[in-house]
């Protein structure tokens, strides 16, 4: 069984949901024959490389709250990154455009490195204290942790057009399955499920995805945490 995951690096709900879709499949008992593939999603599509700006700003002028609310969301972001023993920076991180990070996540699926170099990503964008935009010193140095060559992954981040092409195809499947945010989830191409759902729903998601070959069908989202191209959602304390 095939699983692709539409995500971004710069979604928080992406990082949270894949930890948790990893729990549901670490338990799932057909796990060795479940094939994990990531496709690209930006938030912000066309955003100019060196258009940069703190989190906090993204998230007033998107949302129109107070700088206090959207910290305050931040604040809780972490708590439920937290409980998944993952590490998220609360404070002082950027937000800007990953098209460069999505074009070498493509490279390094050819090199059989794209898990490695997603999680890289992740890492260093939401718990590590340099930012991940407008800095090829900076992904060439993530690149060559997850195992890529340091000289072709040079050339790639060189060559603007260089798997550009895969991006925007990952990109127009996903409209065209439906996908109004991520991180989404395609099982098999018989069952969609989107946003940052618990451990829980993507273990009956697995379930019932086994063995089964039909249409495309969207499992109902829940209210489940995304993304979008509008921003991401916000979490309220409980």
């Not at 992406?14 to 948790?20: L, Q, S």
């Not at 998220?88 to 460069?100: A, N, V």
């Not at 939401?126 to 997850?146: G, H, I, K, P």
Request: aromatic share 8%; with cysteine; charged share 30%.
């Amino acid at each position: 069984m095939r699983v692709e995951i539409w995500s971004d690096i710069a979604c928080p709900w992406c990082y949270v949901g894949k930890a948790r879709f990893e729990q549901a499949l670490a338990a799932f008992p057909h796990r060795d024959q479940v094939e994990v593939v990531h496709r690209s999603f930006e938030l912000d599509p066309g955003r100019a490389k060196d258009d940069i700006q703190p989190v906090l700003t993204m998230l007033t002028k998107k949302y129109g709250m107070s700088e206090a609310q959207a910290q305050a969301g931040e604040d809780n972001l972490g708590a439920q990154a937290a409980a998944m023993g993952l590490d998220y920076r609360t404070r002082g991180r950027d937000h800007g455009s990953t098209f460069d990070m999505h074009r070498l996540l493509h490279f390094a699926k050819e090199q059989g490195r794209q898990e490695e170099l997603l999680d890289a990503l992740y890492k260093a964008n939401f718990a590590e204290e340099r930012s991940v935009y407008n800095d090829d010193e900076r992904l060439v140095d993530l690149a060559v942790t997850a195992g890529l060559d340091e000289e072709a992954t040079r050339t790639v981040l060189a060559d603007p057009d260089a798997y550009a092409d895969a991006v925007r195809e990952d990109e127009r499947e996903a409209a065209r399955l439906g996908a109004r945010g991520v991180p989404f989830f395609v099982l098999d191409r018989t069952y969609g499920v989107s946003g940052a759902q618990s451990a829980e729903v993507f273990t009956q998601a697995l379930t019932q995805a086994w063995g089964e070959r039909s249409p495309l069908t969207l499992l109902d989202d829940g209210g489940a945490e995304a993304c979008g191209p509008d921003g991401c959602a916000v979490p309220q304390r409980g």
